[in-house]
């Protein structure tokens, strides 16, 4: 067995036997995300994946990318770019070094989600370093695939807490032929309800968003992307309205809400407010809008228990997805708190699948 | 001591009989939701796959949510296995009731409850029919999207244990990707929701694992449905190619050009010739292969992708193109592939459709095998094929009335999914493991996979009564079918230290 892979086993293994902690580390770039665990700091319990690294098989006829998890998400990237290809769910990178294994168990999606679907829409199958330091196989690479439960989307987004993610087969799509990106003014009930009658409508949408005007009041802009066959493009745009961004604009402008590079973003604390899109203006502060109205994003100094409660109203639920600097958590964790069916559900996975509880402690569930 | 047997049941030593079923059932649901009379519950013996029967004790119709979990606590306090069934289309025997349990059928759950355009969604109960779903949707532009062949009947809570797929999977995705939300009834009798619509629910995501579950994990109650609008226009090219080899190579060279057509199916000389005469589409009767290639959106779109596919397949040697003129012959074209099945019905006494995928540059390695396979085992055997996703679907035709004609079908079977194994595909592609590929899954997991599988099933169904015995194999199980631990022709990681 490869070095690597046996020094990762290896680390398990110790660490099953201590009874000790692990925390699953990639390039970095998402460790804000998520509940903290005081003995995080100590840099000897990092399961660090980084050194697995490596395209392992790409076919892009068949429409499939199978890395380690240490591999650079940019430079999978741009390898797929080179065929005229890409991740669909856009995934976030916030930052150069993050990687394709801590982009899938944190399982965040860029602008394109709402039309294409998230990671683990695109998780074909992944290898497992489990806590007894075993090497296990979900899943596969071909893309219809029903041979067992499905593990590995049950991994996508899991924040480690089940394991390590060695390797995964990703779904890729090519590149849309076109690109066009089209701004209007709108007050958010107006996107909102715009977003509402594109939806039903057979148009090329595969981004949409609304942020405040700097001006403060209700006004703001509606972005929204179209991508296809130029044709379609075209003609969904004449019949949409809406001024034509320049395309280096436009992609600046994606790419900012991609990376939370958008000045909206510097805003602490940030929440994450997940709702259905159609529902009405959450009225917490200031908002941007993404995924048609789906996720929206929240800007101001409010309890948990308010933002939540908000959330919960509208069907949805909310993260504290940057806490202000400094300031504490709230003791129920970062997360919108799980009903009580489905927290049981997820402790008895976690008793079954890291019974030591080595895994990443505290960091989807407070002590769990 | 309990013995251990396949999909972790324990079965306890005195089970209850028909009669104290009945009687407890009786306090849970109305009387005339149960059926128990042999005239009775005969339907229920078997799903789509009629090889693996097995007549229920039982059977319970309920009509409510409440009488759902009635009868799942009543069945827990008995330690009574269940078997959840939606319209008993499925293909891989995964609601063929238990010997000693009770048969929940889910017929009367038809209601379609809401359909909300803005958000492009619809709540279901689990009983409504796939095709309904998209009926129901139409007047507002709207459908949805997985459409299994067996669409007109089968029902939408079946696709989500089954995670169902359809001939347009490739463009619009598999079950998992177009279900928002699912409201289901744990073993317990506790209600249980997963996922949402709003997306990315915090916690793991529970809603990926019970999607194609296969009935294991909990019983489903309500499906909130993404839908998609239906496009203006579609149209589809059939294609000729003088090999199955060449016409592979045109699917390839289809996506890497970066077409994701609509819809991509292949069939071969013996599924044409069993077809045509049957549905009467105009197919080339003097071709190996024959493709059909779907392009739907907007009129210019359809257009500008239409004439990129068919310079594709020229490229790729077809000896014949045809492009739909109308949606009429639109629908024939697809006639002749949906109707394979019925088709295979017409020329054969019995046949026996199987169901792995594999990655597509396989293709005329496996083909050929099979090709060799008809030999060896005496059947023949035409193929269709989900060229677009890699999902083969070969049809073994046979005849049950003739001696170890069953048995030698079966071993065919088998040996065609240990191949789509061992060239890096998996044994179902959509119809799922049930009870008729367990022996297969020891072929593709090794036993401590299959424990994790073990696992997810105790962590949603600790007493391990929901559809048992199906999916997961015992230990004793894969030894006595002689590929423990062996994958691929090979140890798995055999340098790897276990402890």
Redesign the interface.
């Known amino acids: ?1 490869e070095f690597v892979l ?1 020094e990762l ?2 680390q398990v ?1 110790t660490a099953h036997a201590g009874r000790k902690p692990l925390f699953i580390c990639g390039g970095g770039s998402k460790a804000f995300y998520g509940n903290r665990h005081r003995g995080e700091g100590d840099g000897h319990n990092r399961l660090d994946l980084t050194a697995y690294r490596g395209v392992i098989d790409y ?6 990318v199978t890395v380690r998890a240490g591999t650079p998400l940019a430079e999978v990237e741009q390898l797929l770019a080179g ?2 290809q890409m991740l669909a769910f856009e995934p976030p990178h916030y930052g150069p070094q993050a990687t394709v294994g801590g982009c899938v168990a944190a ?1 965040l ?1 860029g602008p394109r ?2 039309a294409a ?2 990671v ?2 695109f998780v074909l199958g992944t290898r497992l370093l ?1 806590a ?7 899943g ?12 590995s ?2 991994l ?3 924040l480690g ?2 394991g390590a993610i060695l390797e995964v087969s990703l779904k890729v ?3 849309p ?1 076109m690109e066009l990106t089209l701004r209007s003014e709108a007050t958010e009930s107006q996107a909102i309800e715009r977003f ?2 594109w ?6 949408v595969s981004a949409g968003a609304w942020a405040a005007a700097g001006t403060g009041g209700e006004a703001g802009e509606l972005w929204v992307r179209l991508s ?5 493009v075209r ?1 969904a745009a004449q019949a949409m309205g809406g001024d034509a961004v320049d395309d280096a604009q436009a992609a600046a402008f994606w790419q900012g809400l991609r990376e939370q590079a958008h000045p909206f973003f510097a805003a602490r604390p940030l929440w994450r407010v ?5 529902a009405a203006p959450l009225g917490l502060g200031r908002t941007l809008l993404e ?1 048609g109205g ?2 929206r994003w929240v800007a101001a100094d409010l309890p948990a228990q308010a933002v939540r409660e908000a ?1 919960a109203r ?4 909310a ?1 504290l997805f940057r806490p202000a600097d400094g300031a504490a958590a709230p003791a129920d964790g970062v ?5 009580a ?3 049981a ?2 402790r ?2 976690k ?3 890291d019974p030591a509880g080595l895994f990443n402690p505290d960091r ?2 407070p002590g769990l | 001591m309990n013995a251990i047997t396949d999909g972790g049941v324990a079965a306890e030593p005195a089970a209850p009989d028909q009669e104290q079923i009945v009687a407890a059932l009786r306090e849970a649901v109305p009387g005339h939701c149960i059926l128990y009379r042999e005239e009775d519950t005969r339907p229920y013996e078997c799903d789509g796959l009629s090889l693996y029967r097995m007549l229920p004790p039982v059977v319970v119709l309920p009509e409510t949510e409440a009488q759902v979990q009635a009868v799942l606590r009543t069945c827990t306090r008995l330690n009574v296995p269940v078997v959840a069934r939606g319209a008993g289309t499925g293909l891989s025997g995964g609601s063929m009731p238990h010997p000693r349990g009770v048969l929940l059928g889910l017929a009367k759950f038809n209601r379609i409850l809401s359909i909300d355009p803005a958000s492009a969604s619809a709540r279901v109960q689990p009983g409504v029919r796939n095709l309904a779903i998209s009926e129901a949707a139409a007047p507002h532009g709207l459908y949805y999207a997985p459409d299994p062949s067996s669409q007109i009947a089968c029902s939408i809570g079946g696709n989500v244990a089954e995670n169902s797929g359809g001939v347009h999977c490739l463009k619009y995705g598999l079950t998992v990707h177009n279900v928002l939300r699912v409201r289901m009834v744990a073993m317990d009798g506790e209600i249980v929701e997963l996922g949402s619509e709003a997306l990315d629910v915090p916690g793991p995501d529970l809603l990926a694992v019970f999607v194609g579950s296969e009935g294991m994990l909990g019983v489903v109650t309500e499906v909130t449905v993404r839908l998609v609008p239906r496009p203006a226009l579609a149209r589809v090219v059939m294609a000729s190619f003088d090999s199955v080899e060449a016409a592979g190579q045109a699917v390839a060279r289809t996506i890497a050009s970066g077409i994701i057509p609509a819809g991509l199916e292949m069939m071969d000389r013996r599924a044409v010739h069993m077809v045509e005469p049957f549905v009467r589409a105009g197919y080339d009767m003097d071709t190996e292969a024959i493709l059909l290639c779907e392009s739907d959106g907007t009129a210019e779109e359809v257009a500008d992708e239409i004439e990129r596919m068919e310079a594709v397949f020229r490229e790729a040697g077809a000896t014949r193109l045809q492009v739909s003129q109308s949606e009429a012959e639109r629908l024939l074209f697809w006639a002749g592939r949906k109707n394979a099945f019925p088709a295979a019905g017409r020329v054969s006494p019995d046949y026996y459709c199987m169901d792995g995928t594999i990655p597509r540059r396989q293709l005329a390695r496996v083909l050929s095998a099979i090709q060799q396979m008809e030999d060896e085992y005496g059947l023949r055997c035409a193929n269709v094929f989900h060229a677009g996703d890699g999902n083969l679907h070969p049809l073994i035709l046979f005849d049950s009335n003739k001696p170890d004609e069953v048995e030698r079908a079966e071993k065919f079977g088998a040996a065609i999914l240990e191949l789509c194994v061992q060239v890096g595909g998996t044994v179902t592609g959509e119809h799922g493991v049930g009870i008729e590929k367990i022996n297969q899954m020891c072929v593709q997991f090794s036993r401590d996979e299959l424990d994790m599988f073990l696992a997810v099933k105790r962590a949603f169904d600790p007493l391990c009564l929901l559809n048992p015995e199906k999916v997961i194999p015992t230990l004793a199980r894969c030894a006595e079918y002689g590929k423990m631990h062996v994958h691929a022709g090979e140890l798995r990681f055999p340098d790897l230290p276990r402890f």
């Open positions: 067995m046996s086993c290896e293994m076919q892009p006829s068949e429409l499939v065929q005229g399982g999606s989600r709402a679907g998230s683990r829409d489990d007894q330091g075993r090497m296990l196989g979900f596969g690479e071909v893309m219809k695939n029903v041979a067992g439960y499905d593990v989307r049950l996508t987004g899991s807490i089940f799509a090519p590149r032929l509402g009658q939806r039903s409508r057979p148009l090329p296809g066959a130029e044709p379609a003609a997940a709702v259905p899109p159609t995924w789906g996720q959330a509208a069907g949805g639920h993260t997360f919108h708190p799980l009903s069916p489905v927290a559900i997820t008895r996975l008793q079954e699948f989807m569930v």
